[in-house]
């Protein structure tokens, strides 16, 4: 009896150290599997904030690329802007110094040509002024020698009176010597010989007087005729000179008029030269202002062309990052709950049983396998 019992109890001995063993490595299995089930529920959070950050951040990369276009694409409008009012500024400047340079050119010769006709004119002026003096003077002159001619005649004419006065009263006193003589013979005074003598002798003393009168009036119309020449020649010399002056000053009116007509020409010309490369100047700044910023615009436009396609990448790529690591959120979320299944799948309390119903199995089948054989 007692080799039975001492089989049963080391038969139920070690069951129970088995049994004990089991229960140890079923709490072990239990407790790693829900320490890996925890595990896998940690990386499937993360894994799911992972991809919300994924989405986030691509959609912060999408938007700074895009905000990134809109700077630069404002930087190079603005900058184009900028430029191109600076460079119509520069040329409003260029065109402006353009027609001041034109103008200032203008007006100097228009001064130059004003100084040098003001020049001429006031030549001519007083080439006629000279001209007018020169012809008064001939003129007093000649009126002087005129003066001094008919001063001349009227002596030579006084010394005619005076010597035909003298002629007369010699031819009287003559005529009464010879009354007095044939007087005193007794002679007939008014017939004969003795009105003959006395015929011969008035008509004698009228001759010599009236010679001596014509001479004078001679000698007086010579120095009138020649005050007449001499004035005549003195007019004719002062028209001669003044007609000199005349047509010098003609000829200086026409130059005068030429050369005004050649700077207002010359200046009107120089001014329009300056207006059309002023205006050459404004119209090529605003042209390569113009260029500028169209070139800003299409730049803006590729820039923001390009930042969307990139934009796009970046969302499709982070959309499909933030899927990858959902699907391994999920992935770990279904394998936290597997191992939570499994965690929970694992009892102690069964295992213990279960070791002492196959330990009381065991030992009742050594105890009936030893009472058969005694």
């Known amino acids: 009896m007692l080799p ?11 069951g129970a150290a088995k049994t004990i063993g089991d229960v140890k490595s079923a709490k072990g299995q239990k407790l790693s599997l829900q320490m890996q089930a925890d595990d896998a529920k940690r990386n499937s959070e993360i894994a799911g904030i992972t991809a919300d950050r994924i989405k986030a951040l691509g959609e912060i990369n999408a938007e700074a690329v895009l905000g990134t276009a809109d700077i630069n694409a404002d930087i190079a409008l603005r900058t184009a802007q900028m430029q191109g009012r600076s460079t119509m500024a520069l040329a409003g400047i260029s065109a402006d110094t353009t027609l001041g340079v034109a103008s200032l050119n203008a007006n100097y010769a228009l001064n130059i040509a004003d100084i040098n006709t003001r020049l001429k004119l006031q030549i001519g002026d007083a080439n006629m002024s000279i001209a007018d003096g020169s012809y008064n003077l001939m003129m007093d002159v000649a009126e002087f020698n005129a003066d001094m001619a008919e001063r001349d005649a009227q002596d030579v004419l006084d010394v005619g009176r005076r010597e035909e006065q003298a002629s007369r009263l010699a031819t009287a006193q003559t005529k009464s010597t010879q009354i007095a003589r044939l007087a005193a013979n007794g002679v007939a005074l008014d017939e004969g010989s003795s009105l003959r003598i006395m015929t011969a002798t008035d008509y004698i003393g009228e001759l010599d007087a009236t010679t001596i009168h014509q001479n004078a009036v001679r000698a007086a119309m010579g120095y009138r005729t020649r005050a007449v020449a001499d004035m005549t020649e003195a007019r004719m010399q002062g028209l001669a000179v003044k007609a000199n002056a005349m047509g010098a000053r003609m000829g200086i009116d026409a130059e005068v008029l030429r050369e005004r007509s050649e700077a207002s020409m010359y200046a009107a010309g120089t ?12 119209q090529g700044a605003a042209i390569v202002a113009n260029a500028a910023t169209d070139e800003a615009i299409f730049y803006g436009i590729n820039q923001r062309a390009q930042a969307g396609f990139e934009a796009l990448n970046i969302r499709t790529n982070s959309t ?9 959120s999920q992935n770990y979320t279904n394998q ?19 070791g002492l119903l196959d330990t009381a ?11 058969k054989a005694a």
């Open 361 to 371: 199995a065991a030992v009742a089948g050594k105890w009936y396998s030893a009472s």
């Open 336 to 354: 936290s709950r597997g191992l939570q299944v499994g965690a929970a799948s694992i009892s102690p309390t069964l295992t213990a049983a279960s």
């Open 4 to 14: 039975l019992l001492i089989i049963a109890g080391l038969t139920a001995a070690a």
């Open 271 to 282: 001014r329009a030269a300056a207006a059309m490369d002023a205006l050459s100047q404004r």
């Open 320 to 328: 499909f990052d933030a899927l990858d690591a959902r699907i391994q």
